[in-house]
């Protein structure tokens, strides 16, 4: 039967039950049902909803308390979610109770994770170089006073890490710029030819030093997307400097831009550049987790190329802001793909 209290729930989107002055649950809203399921109305909340943090609240409210707040855990398929459950004595003629409102906090729970998460990774990246620094000032203060030659080998090996501390806060400070300005799609015409053929001769000496070549195949006739040049470049930059310091020495990285018309989600016609290695490849256990933050496949082998564990993050929300999309494909033994599509629209 309808009543004013249940219209009352249907109306909000956010899953809402109401409690009767038995504690008996005689409305809920579609939300409240596909949360706890259709089976609840009529039956005693204590039997509904079992979580003790919850049911002490709603006996505090049943004794007096006009509001009331707790958390509710559901477990599912897909992982827990969290709900902040806010309390409200009802006192109406008729229709006296309680109104439970669920509201799903499960994004602010994983916000604080990854911030806590994040800041762990930053103060274990910069403690290592730092505590370096550090033992090598003591030793020159100390043992190596009068040593030319130590002196010159700890200052250098001070200066790397000093370095490798500088790379690691400029690709946060990056990181902070393009995660701020995800949500903002740029708009200007940028060509895909120029940016590869200009990332190219920008790297080509590096390749060089490890015996690499770059092939850039595809790059003859302008290719234009909407966006924004320099964090294009970057992109580029950043994917094909992974290639040379990973895909082996003696080894040809290749840069091959196409044009092709996507009928996924993302619809339309894309522009598609891709960055292809002839390395070790990478196991498949790794790649759902490439763009994580300070994730490496190998760490040590990261740190001493001089990798921050950032490089292929800011990539990955770049290609998010420009709404383009992101993939890899590798084989062990046979080298990686790395593939952005950008729409062209």
């Known amino acids: 039967m309808s009543t004013p209290i249940s219209r009352f729930l249907a109306a909000v989107p956010a899953p809402m039950i109401f409690l009767d002055p038995a504690g008996r649950i005689t409305a809920a809203n579609p939300a409240a049902e596909a949360l706890l399921g259709a089976w609840v109305l009529g039956r005693n909340h204590v039997t509904a909803l079992r979580q003790p943090a919850l049911l002490s609240v709603i006996e505090g409210c049943y004794a007096g308390n006009p509001t009331g707040e707790a958390r509710f855990v559901q477990t599912g398929q897909a992982g827990q979610s969290v709900y902040r459950v806010t309390l409200t004595r ?18 602010l729970r994983e916000a604080e994770e990854m911030r806590r998460g994040f800041v762990a990774n930053v103060s274990h990246e910069l403690r290592t170089p730092l505590t370096a620094i550090l033992g090598f000032i003591e030793t020159l203060r100390g043992p190596a006073r009068g040593d030319p030659g130590a002196q010159d080998r700890f200052l250098g090996i001070m200066e790397d890490e000093a370095r490798r501390m500088n790379r690691i806060v400029s690709d946060l400070l990056s990181l902070s710029r393009v995660e701020g300005q995800e949500r903002m799609r740029p708009d200007d015409p940028v060509a895909l030819d120029e940016v590869l053929t200009s990332v190219a001769a920008a790297l080509r ?23 924004d040049q320099d964090q294009l470049m970057q992109v580029v930059m950043n994917l094909v400097e992974n290639a040379i310091k990973y895909g082996g020495t003696g080894k040809p990285v290749t840069l091959r831009l196409s044009e092709a018309v996507e009928s996924g989600s993302l619809k339309g016609p894309v522009a598609r550049i891709e960055v292809i290695d002839r390395g070790d490849g990478i196991d498949p256990v790794h790649l759902p987790r490439l763009t994580e933050r300070f994730y490496r496949v190998d760490t040590h082998r990261s740190r001493a190329m001089g990798g921050t564990g950032l490089g292929l993050a800011i990539v990955k929300h770049i290609v998010n802001r420009h709404r383009g999309r992101l993939r890899i494909v590798s084989e062990e033994g046979k080298g990686s793909t790395f593939t952005v599509t950008l729409p062209k629209g």
């Open 90 to 107: 009802y006192d109406e003629p008729g229709a006296a109770g309680l109104i439970l409102h669920f509201e799903d906090v499960t994004h």
């Open 205 to 227: 000496l590096k390749a060089e030093e490890t015996g690499n070549t770059i092939e850039i195949e595809g790059a003859y006739n302008p290719v234009i997307v909407r966006g």
